[in-house]
């Protein structure tokens, strides 16, 4: 249980988390747009359907999803884009591994810290709270 201290830091904590995850995705997403062409050859090599596309929709995803949950703008809908990419991403390329869980941690460490920021909401540190927009 948590005392009133630890409550005071709650928004911090929130934060940090949406930093991390933020950065990560940003520059993920930006490498695939400056090389939207390698991407779309390994969407194609492990079978995903319409790669260019598919290319195109997750560097956008992952660029501009990264950016609002840094900034904690609407962030609810991109924190669950970026799960179901980190779901995808598991199941498309981290399966087969030798080692499964050596292979897919970040993913999975991702795709649970996107949930939990789909969960939480942005919290009072965020440009959706400086708006007065209710999550």
Not at 8 to 16: I, K, Q, R, S, T
Not at 21 to 28: D, Q, S
Not at 29 to 53: C, Q, R, Y
Not at 114 to 123: K, V
Request: aromatic share 8%.
């Amino acid at each position: 249980m948590l005392n009133d201290k630890m409550k005071d830091y709650y928004d911090v904590a929130l934060l940090l988390l949406r930093i991390g995850v933020g950065l990560i995705f940003i520059v993920a997403g930006w490498g695939k747009l400056t090389g939207i062409e390698n991407t779309a050859g390994f969407f194609d090599n492990i079978g995903i359907p319409m790669p260019v596309v598919m290319a195109w929709v997750v560097a956008i995803v992952e660029f501009a999803g990264g950016i609002m949950v840094l900034a904690g703008l609407y962030m609810r809908i991109p924190a669950l884009l970026l799960a179901v990419i980190m779901v995808v991403a598991i199941l498309t390329t981290k399966l087969d591994a030798d080692n499964i869980f050596r292979a897919m941690r970040l993913d999975l460490v991702l795709l649970l810290m996107s949930l939990s920021l789909f969960i939480t909401g942005s919290g009072k540190i965020s440009l959706n709270s400086m708006l007065g927009i209710k999550e």
